[in-house]
């Protein structure tokens, strides 16, 4: 099988450049760009008092960054 990993950018560790801090709990996480924005949709749909797309975010959230996703989010 031919390996083309190195020609794919990988979106999970070396990209989190974008710190963003918990307003409530003062902790930060690394996002990548991705993860920003998304993060970004599901707080002002918070804002907006849209649920629904406060649960898709969510739920896409965690799966993409876990980790984030429990000191942002949770």
């Not at 390996?3 to 902790?27: A, F, V």
């Not at 690394?30 to 707080?43: T, V």
């Not at 749909?45 to 993409?64: P, R």
Request: charged share 25%; hydrophobic share 35%; glycine share 2%.
């Amino acid at each position: 099988m031919l390996d083309l990993s190195h020609m794919i950018q990988d979106m999970t560790k070396d990209n989190r450049t974008i710190k963003t801090t918990n307003p409530y709990s003062g902790q930060s996480a690394m996002l990548n760009k991705e993860e920003f924005a998304l993060y970004h949709i599901i707080k002002s749909a918070e804002l907006a008092e849209d649920y629904k797309t406060v649960e898709k975010g969510l739920s896409k959230f965690s799966k993409m960054n876990a980790s984030a996703y429990m000191t942002l989010l949770d």
